[in-house]
Each structure stands twice: as structure tokens, then as C-alpha cells.
């Protein structure tokens, strides 16, 4: 039979057990983690500086983890945060530490402890040599089909392989392997969606923190297949005019030691402190009260997983269209961007397809905003259905959408792609019930033929597909000179608009209108002339429906 305490005594433990996780929670070090050292020598102005002084204030990131990081209400953790633990110990000196921003006031701040490479932060000085160095790793999609399972960098040469945009090591990646296709991210959702979906053969991403992503979002498909020669170097940084601190730290770091194995061990994996408090009741024989850990261990967890699934949910609603689910024109524009680079790279060419939905306004204005969601959102289907799975479909705004069509060989492919999606849009929309008729209007442009630029990419197709509708709508269009030069005429009638009515070049006129039975005069046409000063009388029809 089970002995049940005497309830004094349940209270007496429980209590035991919450002083534990609060000392564990705010204790100086980990307990089982503490590096041999011995004080720092510091000389006698040093030690007046810290005795004078006693705080200095850090800038500490709160979302690398598990480099620095910060949930919700909690204290600050990870590497960083001990090394400055490390540094309390051997001087004494004391740590307020506040969030760091790219904006914040230098003047109120004076340590900084994650810089990452060689860039340099305005009125700081680093700490050398660094204290950090973390390896970059290759992480592909386990169930991915293709040749990528085990690889290294030069497995890779040829592949589409997403990096950090600001990474040190892209120009030399570019350099080593310049068949390699680089896709630039800002964040590692962004590149764990494309790997997953198989936009991209692998990322390669800083090990540490990648290794956290993986396990707090349980990503299953990600698997890490290698290490590279690239590394990330971590620094701090001191005001400059701290020159007795910068002295301080660079000593306690030197003593302390890059890349100390007592600190980076404990990081290398998830771990929390309640996990060492696992260890400390076991010792104590409290088997008692393991579901209450494995508790807070889930909530602790819970509450990690739910700070960064926001900040996914964030990145999403930034990145795509609620409707459609589908990128949306902040994506697009970083994505074509990538787009024009690889093909300059590779001499290689692509197509924009700019659709616009005939008659939506009608069905909206007549239906419903209800259905017209569900048409958006049945329309964006029947279009990825059509687009291979290696080019990309986003919904820029309203009905519209584009398409990037990438390596085409010939214009009959396009050809056979907008009939294709015109057929597809053409048949009955089932909604409610009902049956809903629309077609669309498809404008193209091309890479390089047309423009080397995105933005002129779009216009020429945006103008393409007002083409398409002004010949009767559900067809398509490719942008041609002949439609440059309308567009041209028309930008500069609009310019000249703007000034010929100041320089009074505009002439009424009247035409009579006559009663043919009695020869009279009934009234009179009001009619305008325009007097251009350089290129003469210019017809009605040429600018009344511009004006």
C-alpha cells in the first residue's frame, strides 16, 4: 500500500521544490556548469572603476535563441547571459540588462553583447578576440525526392540552397560555387517553408540556433546532414568611451575563454532548469512529485513554442494573403528579385503573367463579399493547378494575380499556359448552390526581352493585360513596342495636359447644327481645339478620354 504523507509535510516539500525552481531560475550559473576559473587580474584603477560604478548596462537581443533570448515576463537567457554571469563572478561587476534594438541610445548603453561577423556598431568597440565561433549546417528535407539526402558543400554546387540575407559567408558561397542558386531569407520560418515545400534543396543556417528551431517547432521533415567550413563569430563591444570597462571585459573573457565548453555544452541541446531539478529530486528520492515537474516542464515548453509560433504567425501575415493563401505582393517583390538575379547568373529567362479577373466586381457587388471570398479563394486554386510546381503564383491585390514562370524555352509554352488557365476560369463556380461565370484577362511580360527590371516587369504586364481586355477580355496579351509607344504617347500627352491649359493652348470653337426644313440655325456644338506649341493641332480623339 502506498504511504501518504502527512499533509504538513506534502506542503513542507512542495514548498522545498518552489524555493529550488526559483533559485534555479534566477541563479547566477548553472550549478552543474560552472567553469574553473580564478579571478580576474585587474589592476587598482580597474577594481576603484567597479567599485564605483558597480552596474553597467548590456543590450542583449530577445529573440536568438539560443545565443540571447527573452520570453514574455522572464529573464534573460542563453550563452551571452552567462558569459556575463561568468564575468559577475570573477569582478563583482553587475549587469542591467535591456533589450537591444537597432535604434536604442548609445549614450544609456554600454556593452553589447552579440554582434555577429565583421560588421562594426557606431560608437562601440569589440572585444578581441571574439568569444564565440558557431559552425554553419546543412539542413535538408529528409523525405524530400531527390538527390540531396547526405551532402555536403560541394554536393550542393549546382543546387537551390536558402541563406540568412545578411550572412558573412554569401559573397565566398557565390565565389566557391557560382552555379550554386542562392535564395535569400530573412528569417528561418521563411526557409523551412521552402525546404518543406520543396522550393529549395537545403539551408544553411547557424547550428546552434537552427538545432533550438528545429525541436521547439518539431519540425520532423528538417534533418541536419552536415557541417561546413563557415562559421558564425559572435563578439561583444564596449563603448568607446569605456575604455577602462573595455579593459575589464576583455580581461574576464580571456579568462573565461572563447568558446567555453562548460557553457556551450549546456546549450548545445534544449534543456531548461527544470531538468536539473529532475536531477536534485531524484537524488532526494522525491518520485513523488515527477508529474508535477514534467508539468512545468510542459508549460515552460508551451510557452516557448507559443512565442515563436507568433512570431511565425506574424512573419505569415506579412508574407501572405489571407484569402488565398497564396504570397502576397511583399513576397512577390522579393521573390522576382531573386528571380532576375539567378537568371542574370545563368543567361537564363523567364515570363511575368499578370491576371486580372473579368466581371469580379459584379459578382461582388451582386453577391456579396461572402462570395466573393469563396470565388478568390476557388480561382486561386484552378491557377496553381495549372503552374508547375517550381514557378510561383502570388495574389498582389483585389482579383489580381501574377505568375513567374521560370526557364522557358520558347513563347508557345506561355502560349499554352494562359489558354490553359483562361479554360480552367471559363468553367462554372459551384458556390452556395449557385453557379457563378467569369473569365480573365492575362497581360505578359518577359525577362530579358522586354526589361531587366521588376518593376517594369509588372507595368509592362499590368499594361499588357489592359490590352487583353480592351480586344473583349478572356484572351491574353504579350507586352510589344507598339504597346510601349501607346503607353509613351500617352505619359507625355498626360504631361502636356498638365501644362497646356496655364499656357492657354486649348481653342473653343462652334459648330452650328441646322434645321435642314427651314435652314435655320438651332443651336451650336461646343467643341475644344488644342494648340500644341510643338507638335501642332492635335486631334480630339488623341487626348479627350486621357483629359
Keep these: 500500500m502506498a504511504m501518504m504523507l502527512p499533509k504538513s509535510l506534502q506542503i513542507a516539500i512542495f ?15 548553472h550549478a552543474e556548469n560552472r567553469p574553473n576559473v580564478s579571478k580576474v587580474d585587474l589592476t587598482s584603477e580597474e577594481l576603484n572603476w567597479i567599485a564605483v560604478n558597480k552596474t553597467v548596462t548590456a543590450a542583449v537581443k530577445a529573440g536568438w535563441m539560443p545565443i540571447e533570448y527573452k520570453i514574455e515576463s522572464e529573464p534573460s537567457r542563453g550563452i551571452s547571459v552567462d558569459y556575463l554571469r561568468k564575468i559577475t563572478e570573477l569582478t563583482g561587476l553587475n549587469f542591467k540588462i535591456v533589450e537591444y534594438n537597432e535604434v536604442f541610445d548609445h549614450t544609456k548603453v554600454q556593452l553589447v553583447t552579440g554582434l555577429v561577423g565583421k560588421s562594426g556598431l557606431d560608437h562601440y568597440s569589440k572585444i578581441y578576440p571574439p568569444h564565440l565561433h558557431i559552425p554553419y549546417a546543412i539542413y535538408i528535407n529528409k523525405g524530400a525526392k531527390n538527390d540531396y539526402r547526405t551532402v555536403n558543400l560541394d554536393d550542393l554546387s549546382s543546387a537551390r540552397v536558402a541563406i540568412y540575407k545578411n550572412a558573412s559567408f554569401g559573397n565566398e558561397l557565390k565565389r566557391i560555387y557560382p552555379r550554386m542558386q542562392l535564395v535569400y531569407v530573412e ?28 525541436e521547439f517547432h518539431r519540425l520532423g521533415f528538417a534533418q541536419k546532414s552536415s557541417a561546413t567550413r563557415f562559421e558564425s563569430i559572435v563578439s561583444m563591444a564596449v563603448r568607446d568611451d569605456e575604455l577602462i570597462l573595455h579593459s575589464i571585459i576583455t580581461k574576464s573573457l580571456k579568462k573565461i575563454g572563447a568558446d567555453n565548453p562548460q557553457i556551450i555544452d549546456y546549450w548545445k541541446t534544449p534543456v531548461s532548469a527544470v531538468n536539473s531539478l529532475f536531477k536534485i529530486l531524484s537524488a532526494l528520492f522525491l518520485l513523488a512529485f515527477v508529474g508535477l515537474i514534467f508539468k512545468l516542464l510542459s508549460i515552460r515548453k508551451k510557452s516557448k513554442i507559443e512565442a515563436l509560433e507568433n512570431q511565425k504567425m506574424i512573419w505569415n501575415q506579412a508574407n501572405f494573403d489571407r484569402q488565398t493563401n497564396l504570397p502576397n505582393r511583399n513576397f512577390f517583390e522579393r521573390k522576382i528579385k531573386e528571380v532576375i538575379q539567378d ?12 491576371l486580372d479577373l473579368d466581371d469580379f466586381k459584379y459578382v461582388n457587388d451582386i453577391s456579396g463579399h461572402s462570395v466573393g471570398d469563396q470565388l478568390l479563394h476557388e480561382a486561386s486554386k484552378r491557377i496553381c493547378k495549372c503552374v508547375a510546381e517550381n514557378d510561383f503564383t502570388a495574389r498582389i491585390g483585389g482579383d489580381e494575380f501574377v505568375i513567374i514562370v521560370q526557364r522557358i524555352k520558347d513563347v508557345l509554352f506561355i502560349n499554352g499556359l494562359c489558354q490553359t488557365i483562361l479554360d480552367e476560369l471559363r468553367r462554372p463556380f459551384s458556390i452556395n448552390d449557385h453557379d457563378y461565370y ?15 527590371t ?24 504579350y507586352f510589344t513596342e507598339e504597346l510601349q509607344a501607346k503607353i509613351n504617347e500617352k505619359i507625355t500627352i498626360t504631361n502636356s495636359l498638365r501644362q497646356a491649359l496655364d499656357g492657354n493652348q486649348f481653342e473653343l470653337v462652334y459648330q452650328p447644327i441646322v434645321d435642314l426644313s427651314t435652314l435655320k440655325v438651332g443651336k451650336a456644338e461646343a467643341l475644344i481645339r488644342w494648340h500644341h506649341p510643338e507638335q501642332g493641332l492635335i486631334r480630339p480623339d488623341q487626348f479627350i478620354g486621357i483629359a
Design 15 to 29: 514548498s522545498f521544490i518552489i524555493s529550488i525552481l526559483l533559485a534555479l531560475n534566477t541563479a547566477d550559473v
Design 187 to 214: 528569417i528561418a520560418d521563411e526557409a523551412f517553408e521552402y525546404l518543406k515545400n520543396n522550393t529549395i534543396d537545403a539551408y544553411i543556417g547557424n547550428e546552434f540556433v537552427i538545432d533550438y528551431h528545429i
Design 343 to 354: 537568371a542574370k547568373a545563368q543567361s537564363t529567362n523567364f515570363a511575368v503573367l499578370f
Design 438 to 452: 467569369i473569365s480573365a484577362s492575362i497581360g505578359v511580360s518577359l525577362f530579358p526581352k522586354d526589361t531587366e
Design 454 to 477: 521588376y518593376e517594369e516587369l509588372l507595368s509592362y504586364a499590368d499594361q499588357a493585360m489592359y490590352q487583353a481586355k480592351k480586344l473583349g477580355r478572356d484572351r491574353y496579351a
